[in-house]
């Protein structure tokens, strides 16, 4: 018994250590955090690893993204163009930043 405690250990730290490379990136901070309905707004992402961003996924209808830019020779922003319907609830809206290497934590934007 005393050999597979040392053996199930080292396997979930090996786990562990997978995860946090597979989901590298990740969005500090972005600006603007809200707008209004019908607007259409670029928001600028700061984090890690985000060059390789392919897309948004959003919680609810009503933001629509229209366009990413990576930032050129930085690895630590992408430019998010987003349009914001006339319909769109108000509030908070959940969103994570799709990359090629999966999707970063989810972050709040809102519309008001």
Known sequence: MRTSFPRALAALLLAACA????TAQDVSVFYPRGAMPGEEIEVTAYGRDLQDTVGLLFDRPGL???AVEP???????V??????????GLGRHLWTLHSKRGIARARAFFVG
């Open 71 to 77: 930032v050129e020779k930085r690895a630590d922003r």
């Open 79 to 88: 430019k998010l163009r987003i349009k914001i319907a006339e319909d769109c």
């Open 19 to 22: 995860v946090e490379t597979a």
């Open 64 to 66: 629509e993204l229209l």
